[in-house]
């Protein structure tokens, strides 16, 4: 590249208005509907007293359009509130007053219906007089209901939750009620959005948690990027061990969710998901199924459950003693049964077929990759290609098993989805940025890190100008599998990494994000670089606790790697200099510490 081209692309990074990440209001509600929480009311809301009366006076004007503006405040916070003045009213009012306020029925076509609370322009209002008819079962409001449900999943989807939910509480009145609200939900279970997804599968597992339905069970075992949430959402409903002695669609859901609602529990929700939707009781039903047969779906999940047992002290507040069934899957990882099945699946990649069959091709990869089936790494490599529909997939797998060959492939992949020398040009962020083209993004992530595990020097290469990006978490994981891939190419034969490589890992010592001053000092420590010993000393001193901390970290481990001498040196140094007591008690421990190394 030209002098030139450089100049201007880095005076084009100068002046582009950094991007900023953004909080998404439909994904925090979302957040705070699926966790249980109730958030907080803005600091210049109404208090009680005030809505109240506000109700109590449109009630009595019988005016949708009065009580339209007295519902204006958030539903999670204000549904308990608002149930007790509705309560008040519901003997003046009964069910067919409270659907004349919140949903009339109009002729006069969307304009007049938009002035009335269930077709209102605010979602919080249309989210609250769908939460009450609910509540109250207003059965006569299920076809205003289901129509406004339409209308939000276009317009006002900040109340779609809280819609969909309503709609599937409301279905229990009645026959009629379930059928339409059946039919208003089954739309949005492969809707383009994520969310919506999730909120028609959650809404649809409570109207009939018995017989969920062959649709439901499709949504389940479709692949997105909330399939997790989705899990959630329909264990909270339906039992798990019932549908494991169901027909094979039901089976294959059931093992979908045990696998979504372990993997929620590991991220964003807590461990006691797991014991609440009755998933940690499992592990005998899904054994049984594999002394039957052995496919990739029922594996994945009785390891993902194995692996949730023998983590902490789960396996003790479970109702049985899984002993026998944990020999079972140790004795199956140890033979090549499992390498077998994933192979068969692999494939069968060009001629998958409904969601049962993509799902069964996905717990393969997952299997590939947590087991480290170095036997598929070549069927995996060849789904790196931009347009593959299991590309994310076979990322995170090949991320998890060393595979050289697949180089090529990830660099040219990585070339599609983005400019390093562009986005290395522009002013780095101190926090991920929010790019664009999410999922781009997203995959460029995930093909930096699967760098790590392919160690050529055209990767080193490429990963030497990625680990410059603008944006924290790319940095980050393009600096990681810079380490990985020096330390496999240099330090496991002896030889000391390229100066430009430790340069590398010197200068992110400073950077801004301390998620990366710490992935530097990890790197010397993997690397056995001791440098500038003053420089890691300088971030003992580091406001985070988490750098400071792998700061004495890094220190200890590169004095295990034959600098003993020249770290004690420079602590010994430090130590003369002017230090409050707080750090000269944490380098004394460190001085103690390494004492204490042969």
């Not at 039992?239 to 027909?247: D, F, I, P, V």
């Not at 979504?260 to 797991?274: L, R």
């Not at 393009?478 to 340069?503: C, F, M, Q, Y």
Request: with cysteine.
């Amino acid at each position: 590249m030209s002098l030139m081209l450089k100049l201007v692309r880095k005076l084009k990074g100068a002046f582009t208005e950094k991007p900023e990440v953004v909080a998404d209001d439909f994904e925090f509600e979302h957040f705070l509907v699926y966790h249980g929480l109730i958030g907080t009311s803005p600091p210049d809301s109404r208090n009680f007293k005030d809505v109240r009366a506000d109700i109590k006076l449109a009630a009595s004007s019988h005016s949708p359009s009065q009580m339209a503006i007295a519902l204006k405040v958030p539903p999670l916070y204000w549904e308990d509130k608002l149930k007790s003045v509705f309560l008040e009213l519901e003997g003046e009012l009964g069910k067919d007053g409270l659907i004349e306020l919140l949903a009339p029925s109009s002729e006069a076509g969307k304009s007049e219906s938009e002035s009335t609370p269930l077709f209102n322009a605010d979602w919080r209002v249309r989210a609250n007089a769908a939460i009450i008819l609910a509540g109250f079962n207003c059965a006569g409001a299920i076809d205003e209901l289901t129509a406004s449900l339409a209308d939000t999943a276009s317009n006002t989807m900040l109340s779609f939750p809280h819609q969909a939910f309503a709609l599937g509480k409301l279905a229990a009145e009645s026959e009629q009620c379930r059928q339409k609200a059946r039919e208003a939900l089954e739309r949005y279970l492969f809707d383009d959005n994520s969310w919506i997804r999730v909120d028609a599968a959650g809404a649809l597992a409570q109207i009939n948690p018995e017989e969920p339905g062959d649709i439901l069970l499709d949504a389940v075992l479709s692949p997105h990027i909330l399939a997790d949430y989705t899990a959630v959402a329909v264990a909270r409903k339906v039992n798990s061990s019932r549908l494991l002695e169901g027909g094979e669609k039901e089976q294959a859901a059931a093992c979908a969710i045990i696998s979504g609602v372990i993997h929620a529990a590991s991220a964003t929700f807590p461990n006691e998901i797991v014991f609440e939707t009755g998933v940690g009781e499992c592990l005998p039903s899904l054994i049984r199924l594999l002394k039957e047969r052995q496919d990739s779906i029922r594996i994945r999940a009785a390891l993902a459950l194995k692996d949730w047992i023998e983590t902490g002290d789960n396996r003790e507040y479970l109702d049985h003693d899984p002993a026998e069934e944990l020999i079972y899957l140790a004795k199956l990882a140890e033979t090549d049964e499992i390498s077998g099945v994933i192979e068969k699946e692999l494939a069968l990649v060009g001629e998958v077929d409904g969601y049962l069959s993509q799902n069964m091709i996905r717990s393969a990869i997952v299997l590939a990759g947590r087991l480290k089936d170095t036997a598929s790494a070549s069927r995996l490599t060849a789904m790196l290609e931009p347009d593959h529909n299991l590309l994310g997939e076979a990322l995170d797998a090949l991320a998890q098993i060393e595979h050289p060959e697949a180089s090529d492939r990830l660099l040219k992949l990585a070339a599609h989805l983005a400019d390093p020398e562009e986005r290395a040009s522009r002013e780095p962020s101190k926090h991920p940025v929010q790019d664009e083209n999410g999922a781009k993004s997203k995959l460029y992530w995930q093909t930096l890190r699967t760098m790590g595990m392919a160690p050529t020097r055209e990767v080193q290469k490429f990963l030497l100008t990625a680990s410059r990006d603008y944006s924290a978490d790319k940095r980050q994981e393009a600096l990681r599998s810079l380490v990985k891939v020096s330390e496999a190419l240099d330090s496991r034969h002896g030889k000391t990494p390229d100066d430009r490589i430790l340069d590398r890992i010197d200068d992110s010592l400073s950077d801004k994000a301390p998620e990366i001053r710490i992935e530097a000092l990890k790197g010397l420590a993997s690397l056995g670089s001791l440098r500038d010993p003053d420089k890691i000393l300088k971030l003992t001193e580091a406001k985070e606790v988490s750098v400071s901390r792998q700061a004495l970290e890094t220190l200890s481990e590169l004095a295990k790697k034959g600098h003993k001498k020249r770290v004690v040196q420079a602590v010994e140094q430090r130590l003369a200099g002017r230090l409050d007591a707080y750090q000269k008690e944490r380098l004394n421990g460190l001085i103690a510490k390494i004492s204490m190394i042969i």
